[in-house]
């Protein structure tokens, strides 16, 4: 079976129940068909940064020419210094 994403709402009501203690970690596991270890990680998210950090964040950066460029010589000269 192929990897799914839930979205932020799915785990903001599993991390309430969670932490609300109406359902265990196995429980909300089994709900979602997720492993108990996922849940333990998302709850440490959830403590950490908040629902926030599950809301989809824009992925397709662009970037300047000058930039990718800098970058390219920049991990050229340290790459190529270090005697590799």
Known sequence: M?????????????M???TGGLKSAGEVAKELCV????IFEW???????GIEHFYEKGTNSTYT???KAMV???????????GN
């Not at 709850?43 to 940064?49: A, D, H, I, P, V």
């Open 43 to 49: 709850r440490s998210f959830y403590e950490k940064y």
């Open 35 to 38: 492993n108990k270890a996922t």
């Open 65 to 67: 020419k000058e930039f």
């Open 2 to 14: 192929g990897r799914r994403k839930l979205g932020a709402e799915v785990i903001k009501l599993a």
């Open 16 to 18: 309430e129940h969670l």
């Open 72 to 82: 390219v010589k920049e991990f050229g000269r340290r790459y190529f210094s270090a």
